[in-house]
């Protein structure tokens, strides 16, 4: 299964990254000033999915349960601490009771999912368990990347792809969003960077 992919190489990933470049001048030329997001956003994208993929091929070639155990863990921490960070009102143990609140119920259901539903055997844990909890989680691993590890392809191949899907994700939306707003711009806006009140209310009108 896993030889039927087109395995990417590095070069591959930075023309896909050059595409989130293109974004950045065109944002330094329209003075949006979004280059420092962007450039932040792709050095995040490629130091984590990285070191992802770099930790789920050890740990795969290992091969020893309680290795994917301990990382299986860790994916719980993140996952407490990123919904604590999205709380704007906080309580004293709050962490702690996220942290074992998610611990608790997405265990149990992945539990289910990988010994009841598709009866992995011990050895596989770390292909198919990794996987699985990382798609009840929700937040670390994405579902082509899952999909491809669950194949069988290569952890830092499966790494890759999802960066290069994440850069073009940015690509278009960034070039869209800039390109709707200026010609939204164009159209409400004079020479003279006058504002027109008159166009957006006939356009509220005919809508």
Not at 145 to 150: D, E, I, K, N
Not at 168 to 197: C, E, K, N
């Amino acid at each position: 299964m896993s030889a039927e992919y087109i395995a990417l190489s590095y070069g591959q990933l930075a023309l896909a990254a050059s595409l989130v470049v293109v974004c950045g001048a065109v944002s330094l030329a329209l003075r949006l000033r979004l280059e420092g997001r962007l450039a932040l956003g792709v050095l995040r994208t490629i130091v984590q999915l990285l070191l992802l993929g770099l930790v789920l091929r050890w740990v795969f070639a290992a091969g020893q349960w309680h290795h994917a155990v301990a990382l299986m863990i860790v994916m719980t921490i993140v996952a407490g601490v990123a919904a604590v960070r999205r709380v704007e009102r906080r309580y004293a143990g709050l962490l702690l009771d996220s942290i074992l609140a998610i611990w608790v119920s997405t265990w149990c259901v992945a539990a289910v999912g990988i010994f009841g539903v598709v009866q992995v055997p011990v050895d596989r844990l770390a292909q198919y368990g990794i996987p699985l909890l990382g798609m009840v989680l929700h937040n670390t691993l994405t579902g082509m990347m899952t999909g491809q590890l669950l194949a069988g392809v290569d952890p830092l191949q499966a790494a890759m792809y999802q960066m290069v899907i994440m850069f073009l994700i940015a690509t278009g939306a960034s070039l869209g969003a800039m390109a709707v707003g200026l010609m939204g711009y164009r159209r409400l806006f004079t020479a003279d960077h006058q504002f027109l009140p008159a166009r957006l209310t006939q356009r509220n009108r005919s809508m």
